[in-house]
């Protein structure tokens, strides 16, 4: 029984959520419906998230085509051995992530860094910045 209702529930999502444009009430009742059958609080379902520090940065480029990404821009896949570089960077941060991605409009790359520590987000995000100039 418990598996016949937990796939009647999957099969009501499309009623629920507006894939196509992602409306933001539609969204809330399934958070709620979610919140509601696990019997959580919206603070105990806030208490599972940790919002770690982090830098927004733009790195000025000859060429942001020359800078390709994948993985809902969260892997770059050119220039050649950037990604390599950028995972060693990031590794040396505890709690660290960094996103590079190049500007729909601009002679900029994004560059998103977050770490355990302000100090340290900055500190990561300048880096990639600098790797990104370098490239």
């Known amino acids: 029984m418990q598996k016949k209702n937990a796939i009647q529930q999957l099969a009501n999502l499309p009623r629920l959520i507006n894939q196509s444009v992602g409306?933001?009430?539609?969204?809330?009742?399934?958070v709620e419906s979610i919140l509601r059958n696990k019997n959580?609080?919206?603070?105990?379902?806030?208490?599972l998230y940790k919002d770690f520090p982090n830098?927004?940065?733009?790195?000025?480029?000859?060429?942001?085509?020359?800078?390709?990404?994948?993985?809902?821009?969260?892997q770059l896949t050119e220039p050649a051995g950037?990604?390599?570089?950028?995972?060693?960077?990031v590794a040396k941060y505890k709690n660290g992530r960094s996103f590079v991605r190049p500007s729909g409009t601009e002679d900029v790359v994004r560059i998103y860094a977050e770490a355990e520590t302000q100090k340290d987000a900055d500190q990561l995000a300048q880096e990639v910045c600098d790797l990104v100039a370098a490239n």
């Open 82 to 89: 950037v990604q390599q570089s950028l995972n060693q960077l």
């Open 40 to 47: 959580w609080t919206l603070a105990e379902w806030d208490a």
């Open 23 to 30: 409306d933001a009430l539609s969204d809330a009742f399934f």
């Open 55 to 74: 830098r927004l940065k733009a790195q000025k480029v000859k060429d942001r085509n020359v800078f390709k990404t994948t993985d809902a821009e969260r």
